[in-house]
């Protein structure tokens, strides 16, 4: 432990309990903080306009929670819905009241392309720029047979920048979120060949 502190490295016996990052531990300190802080905030003083996502261990989570909410509330099987992703205009401090229906969500960066918010739409990062922040996302539960493609790039969302993991029982990256339907203007494989991605942090 005292070896990873003198390299500003997580100690491996946090690793073990802790949530996927590969921040240096100058960094994880204040994010861990954070995340404890965020938590406190929602049990004292209620529900957020929109959660910070990177704050949970295990996002998948959240949003199943957020999904089975609509459900009860509306008495329709889970396994007959699915999330819309809308990208709204701006950031968590200019979202002041929660959706009628599903989840606002924030915190995230866009990895491999920018996000054109005059023009709605994903765009080539600008120089030197590899990873930017991510405006809010609104998570709309919507019928299953609702098609989500068109327009739009299905973006990976990862918890981390490496792209790769344990397979999970969903066959998919322990690393792996979910899919994000992002509006696209042009060919979506575009993103696909660039590499393009949501993630939960940074790497510093």
Excluded at 121 to 143: G, N, R
Excluded at 158 to 172: A, D, I, M, N, Q
Aim: charged share 20%; glycine share 6%; net charge negative.
């Amino acid at each position: 432990m005292a070896r990873a502190f003198n390299d500003d490295k997580v100690p491996p016996a946090w690793e073990g309990v802790g949530y996927p990052s590969l921040k240096p531990l100058s960094s994880w300190i204040p994010d861990m903080l954070l995340r404890v802080e965020f938590i406190a905030k929602w049990l004292y003083e209620g529900a957020p306009a929109t959660f910070w996502l990177p704050a949970f261990f295990f996002p998948q989570g959240f949003m199943t929670a957020a999904m089975q909410s609509y459900a009860r509330k509306t008495a329709t099987a889970i396994d007959t819905l699915q999330f819309r992703s809308h990208v709204c205009e701006g950031f968590a401090d200019s979202v002041t009241e929660p959706p009628a229906d599903g989840v606002h969500i924030h915190g995230l960066f866009l990895e491999g392309c920018a996000w054109s918010a005059s023009r709605a739409t994903l765009e080539d990062s600008a120089p030197k720029v590899p990873i930017a922040e991510f405006p809010v996302i609104w998570l709309q539960p919507v019928d299953i047979a609702e098609n989500l493609h068109a327009g739009c790039f299905e973006c990976p969302l990862y918890k981390t920048s490496v792209r790769k993991g344990e397979l999970s029982t969903t066959g998919h990256s322990t690393n792996f979120v979910c899919f994000a339907h992002v509006p696209t203007e042009g060919d979506a494989n575009h993103w696909l060949r660039r590499g393009a991605a949501l993630l939960c942090m940074t790497d510093n």
